[in-house]
């Protein structure tokens, strides 16, 4: 029932900028974790940022400083604004959103992926 849409990738130059974005519809819960996980070939899928209901983020060692996670509720969106990108942010990044009615009822919703690809 919950769909998240990505949007936003394509090729930059390094020391670009980019801006995802992740569409959410079909989410009930007013608690949730929306998080950025990317993963580029031959390497493990890993967490780049991610934003809870309450405010607080959390950001990998490689994103710290260059990446900005953020949400705009009116129109139920969440955002990756990408800054001083290097080959190696190159990779499919992907929204996951993490809600249900308690700890012991979670679910995880996937988006589909949108390729970043940071190349001169």
């Known amino acids: 029932q919950v769909q998240l849409v990505e949007s936003g990738g394509g090729l930059v130059q390094p020391g670009g900028s980019l801006r995802l974005s992740c569409a959410a519809s079909?989410?009930?819960?007013?608690?949730?974790?929306m998080s950025w996980y990317r993963q580029a070939p031959g390497k493990q899928r890993e967490l780049v940022a991610a934003l809870t209901s309450g405010g607080s983020t959390n950001y990998g060692d490689s994103a710290k400083g260059r990446f900005t996670i953020s949400r705009d509720n009116a129109k139920n969106t969440v955002y990756l604004q990408m800054n001083s990108l290097t080959p190696e942010d190159t990779a499919v990044y992907y929204c996951?959103?993490?809600?249900?009615?308690?700890?012991?009822?979670?679910?995880?919703?996937w988006g589909q992926g949108t390729q970043v690809t940071v190349s001169s």
């Open positions: 996951k959103i993490t809600s249900g009615r308690s700890i012991y009822a979670v679910n995880e919703d």
């Open positions: 079909g989410f009930t819960f007013s608690r949730y974790i």
